[in-house]
């Protein structure tokens, strides 16, 4: 059964940083497109950023470029997403998620999500 466990998550000042963690298991990921997606109190979930799980290449959503930064460790199922200089706005419930084909951006292209971990920047 695939399972996809975030950690990480907090209460931060304004200009602080956070990192969050994502344990991914049962089945594996070499194909996977693994990546972040936040959703504030009655918003949509939005993407934030992603990284093939075998490639160099990752993507980010304007709001968060320059102040974000994703990242995998291979060897341990792991995923990463550094969030410096945060603002109010990025509080959110953040989500790691699993998918393969279709739009880097889009929350349909993903098969398997987290349970979510809660992010709050405080002004």
Do not use: H
């Not at 990480?8 to 997606?37: D, I």
């Amino acid at each position: 059964q695939v399972q996809l466990v975030e950690s990480g998550g907090g209460l931060v000042q304004a200009g602080g940083s956070l990192r969050l963690s994502c344990a991914a298991s049962g089945r594996t990921f070499t194909n996977y497109l693994m990546g972040w997606f936040r959703q504030a109190p009655g918003k949509e979930r939005d993407f934030v950023a992603a990284i093939p799980w075998i490639d160099i290449n990752t993507y980010y959503a304007d709001s968060v470029k320059g102040r974000f930064t994703i990242s995998r460790d291979n060897a341990k199922n792991m995923v990463y997403l550094q969030m410096d200089s945060l603002k109010p706005e990025d509080t959110a419930v953040y989500y790691c998620a699993a998918g393969r084909n279709g739009v880097v951006a889009a929350a349909p292209t993903y098969d398997y999500w987290g349970q979510g971990t809660q992010v709050t920047v405080s002004s």
